[in-house]
């Protein structure tokens, strides 16, 4: 494999202003991340406290092997919605080593409104069995949440995406043989009762635990009886007579320390074994990358220098180096799982976007992950490349990405707009993880573009009906408010916030989150048996 020359003067000052400026994102990202983490209420940490509960972030450190990364999901989920502070959508979820065996975990934080369920809240349970599903995860469930967040529940109940479909999902991976493990250390009320119900194992915490359809205020307006959560559906309950739950912990410690016990007793992962290589550093300090990246989306960079602070080595054997010039494609490896990477370098043309067709069939064929570095403004547009077919090329690359059925893999690095956002594998292509940097924006134009194209469909209709053209201070009115709301809606936090990505991370660290994002993928095996494409357009 040829190693990357990197051309990069650390020394310029065009380095100097870009390495300032994602250091200042970089430091808002840790800063959202430690509020998310946090910034709960006394209140709330008084009473999980005097019930002998432990906070959400212990029950992990318990949970979790000593010295293991956890691959958090959706860690920004909900900021700045709701109230403010429903901070990560009510739940903490992620990939992390039980036992020695990646695992994905779900589990309520209790100190946010009791751990009830916002619609984005269930929103992240469903991406969570997702990624389960995707990937063959064993699931564990924490469980502490006073179920719906009432004031809400009509967005959260009824609809084919909403809390229903977490119960489906379920069963559906309790028949493709995922493990599913529950720990009742808080409520499970009405349709939260079905998470423990539909595990395959359940432990529950004598005194804090409680499993019900209906909790004691319900039981008491509905029938007059009155009845303690524990007496409702403790552990005694529930471990002693109906057999709902299985396993009788004595608290938060004993219940994780039984849930690992349960872990270490599955089946050993059948995990997917690639042409490994043996794992090597980049040449080059990926901190370098904050200076690499143009502080201004729109001033290009080489997209070679990001991956040679990214892949093993730096060594990259680029494929078609000659030809579609701005679309990098190449073979390389990330902690020694070999990858095929695709990385923007410019507007995608016919020529780019046919080499990358072309490289997306080869790595599925040999069973590579691929992973998509995505910086694109789109496809190429105009009279002259309408008449190359560009419509019908970027189809191909669309259609190839689409129906690919290796591991593929995002990071937003910078634009993502239009269609470029789909031919680069965006969420709508199945990438079995999305990461976005904290310089990205994403939309279907820039807001300047979309602002103009609505002053000229105005323009065009005042010319049909013979009347002048709009004035400059008309033309501001209809401009300005969509500049404003692109600008907020393009945000990486805002993307987050919606769960359109699974997280915003740190530049430097794109290598680390990629290969442990790689490494969750081989759970399952690395392609469907059945290969082949759709039609493409010729
Ligand atoms: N919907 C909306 N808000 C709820 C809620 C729900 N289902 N359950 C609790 N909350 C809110 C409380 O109003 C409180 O808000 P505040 O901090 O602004 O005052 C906060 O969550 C914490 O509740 P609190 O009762 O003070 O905490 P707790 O730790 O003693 O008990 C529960 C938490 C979840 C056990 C308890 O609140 C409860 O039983 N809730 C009702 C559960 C239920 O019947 N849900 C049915 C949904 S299908």
Known sequence: MSIIESRIDVGAEEYRQNFEKMSS????????????????????????????????????????????????????????MYDGKVHGAGSVIGIGVVEGREVIVNANDPMIKGGTIYPLGVKKSLRAQKIAMENRLPTIYLIDSGGAFLPMQSEIFPD??????????????????????????????????????????????????????????LVLAATGEEVTADEL?????????????????????HAIAIVRELVRNLPAADKTRLSMREPRPPRYDPTEIYGIVSRDLKTPYDVREIIARIVDDSAFTEFKALYGATLVCGFAHIHGHPVGILGNNGILFSDSA????????????????????????????????????????????VNAVSTATVPKFTVMTGASFGAGNYGMCGRAYGPRFLWTWPNAEIGVMGGEQAADVLVTVKNDQLARAGSPPMSAEEVDAIKAPIVEAAHKESNAYYSTANLWDDGI??????????????????????????????????
């Not at 529930?238 to 396993?247: A, L, P």
């Not at 998509?372 to 490349?385: A, S, V």
């Not at 660290?509 to 442990?516: E, K």
């Open 160 to 217: 084919e995406d909403d809390g229903g479909r977490i119960f489906y999902n379920q069963a559906v991976m309790s028949k493709m043989g995922i493990p599913q493990i529950a720990a009742v250390m808080g409520l499970c009320t009405a349709g939260g009762a079905y998470i423990p119900a539909m595990s395959d194992e359940v432990v529950h915490v004598r005194g804090t635990g409680a499993i019900f359809l209906g909790g004691p205020p």
């Open 233 to 253: 559906g403790g552990a005694d309950v529930h471990c002693r007579e109906s057999g709902v739950s299985d396993y009788f912990a004595d608290d938060d410690p």
């Open 25 to 80: 994102l970089v430091a808002d990202l840790k800063d959202a991340l430690k509020q998310a983490r946090e910034e709960r209420s006394d209140k709330a940490r008084q009473r999980v406290a005097e019930v002998g509960k432990l906070p959400v972030r212990e029950r992990l450190d318990l949970l979790l092997d000593r010295n293991t990364p956890f691959l958090e999901i959706g860690a920004l989920a909900a900021k700045d």
């Open 354 to 397: 046919l080499k990358a067709t072309q490289f997306i069939q080869l790595c599925d064929r040999r069973r590579i992950p691929l992973v998509f570095l995505q910086n694109i403004n789109g496809y190429i547009i105009g009279r002259e490349y309408e008449r190359l077919g560009i419509t019908k090329d970027g189809h191909k690359m």
């Open 505 to 538: 991370i740190d530049p430097a660290q794109t290598r680390n989150v990629l290969g442990l994002s790689i490494s969750a993928a081989l759970n399952a095996p690395i392609r469907d048996d059945v290969a082949g494409f759709g039609i493409f357009r010729m």
